[in-house]
């Protein structure tokens, strides 16, 4: 066989092979995770490996075509990354401001040596669709936010709780754990919980999450941090909206490290010793220690006599005691209880029901955390004051 046979039969071959390749696919649309002030992180997930970026623009009145929009690529180290979850953290926003955004990924074949060969881009609709938005934190009159917990995979409920919980008067979405059983896959991820979430608001509103002691739970459980980035880099950590400043703790598991149900492979009474000197900082950041509402939102309460609830009434509430907290939102115990302050956790605590929302409007008047039930009917609810 000659030399140009050879050519033309190899051109021929990698023109087969790229008529019937599939086109790589969006296959979660974006999210959006640790909103700030100033700061926001977008993660999407693509059916092949690729690069992605985000592209940005002001919420103007043009076409989002109508001129080339910034690029910011998912990037570390100085390379672009390549893989199926991808997540571009945005920073130097303008507080209080709406941007829209379009995200986009380009497949790659393959990689040898110093060279690439790409394939494809996909990118989420911006002609027959509205751009995807989001606004950043600023100096909001009022707060308003809703509360899910322990939904386990019920996407039915989840999605019925959302809407009663006046989803759309929302300024953000609270996952206070156990969202799933244990955690196997990505795959389960999304259909657990994260598809219904992406569809009703998480690609243009901010969601935060409280990991719950079943997220600890699985071979995928791992991965959990790398799809619900944080401003802190970990799974404890605190943000401002209007007058509210809110710290969000990560409850850790419910039994001894020991127990037979963790084969060995935990470590969480250490991390809440760390987690516990994070906190003795954070109660004295401005953004909390000025705030007219104080909330801390954390998965397990601190009672029920298990090893883990101890270990946070022992570790954290010591601490939020000191710093004048005036209400801690929990799930765990799938039922509702309001747990009044006494001497030793100096705050009320609502322990939301798994069947429950809570929804909360916080104002220079007065703080309403009401707890409805699938029907809409208000089951309880706890009034507070704002700090002068």
């Not at 990505?186 to 657990?192: A, D, F, H, P």
Request: neutral net charge.
């Amino acid at each position: 066989m000659t030399k140009l046979k050879c050519i033309i039969l190899l051109l021929f071959f990698n023109c087969f092979m790229a008529v019937g390749q599939d086109a790589i696919r969006i296959n979660h649309l974006p999210f959006i995770q640790g909103l700030t002030e100033q700061s926001v992180s977008i993660i999407w997930t693509t059916d092949k490996p690729a690069t992605g970026w985000v592209e940005l623009a002001p919420d103007d009145s043009s076409h989002f075509y109508f001129k080339e929009r910034q690029k910011y690529y998912a990037a570390a180290y100085g390379f672009k990354k390549v893989g199926t979850l991808h997540q571009v953290t945005l920073t130097n926003l303008k507080p209080g401001t709406r941007y829209r955004y379009r995200v986009y990924s380009q497949e790659v074949l393959k990689h040898v040596g110093v060279n690439v060969q790409y394939g494809k881009v996909v990118a989420t609709d911006v002609y027959q669709k509205a751009p995807l938005f989001f606004q950043t934190f600023g100096m909001a009159k009022s707060t308003r936010f809703t509360v899910v917990n322990d939904i386990h995979e019920r996407n039915e409920v989840l999605d019925k709780l959302l809407d009663i919980g006046s989803l759309k008067t929302s300024d953000f979405v609270v996952f206070n754990g156990d969202m799933v059983s244990n955690l196997l896959s990505e795959t389960q991820l999304y259909e657990g919980f994260m598809d219904t979430a992406i569809k009703k608001f998480a690609s243009e509103k901010p969601m935060f999450y409280s990991r719950g002691n079943h997220e600890t739970r699985g071979p995928f459980a791992t991965e959990y941090p790398q799809y619900f980035p944080t401003p802190t880099g970990k799974l404890y950590y605190q943000f401002r909206h209007g007058n509210a400043g809110f710290i969000i703790l990560d409850c850790g598991e419910d039994k001894p490290d020991t127990d037979i149900e963790y084969s060995g492979i935990v470590d969480m009474d250490n991390y809440r010793s760390e987690q516990a000197a994070w906190l003795a900082q954070a109660v004295e950041d401005p953004s909390f220690k000025d705030a007219k509402y104080k909330i801390v939102i954390c998965h397990m309460p601190p009672f029920g006599g298990w090893h883990g609830e101890q270990e946070i009434l022992e570790k954290f509430v010591p601490i939020l005691n000191k710093a004048g907290t005036q209400i801690m939102l929990s799930g765990h115990l799938h039922r509702h209880i309001i747990k009044n302050a006494t001497n030793t956790i100096q705050f009320p605590i609502i322990v939301n029901s798994n069947n429950n929302v809570l929804r909360v409007d916080l104002d220079d008047e007065k703080g309403i955390f009401k707890i409805l039930d699938q029907q809409g009917k208000t089951v309880d609810q706890v009034i507070i004051k704002p700090l002068k």
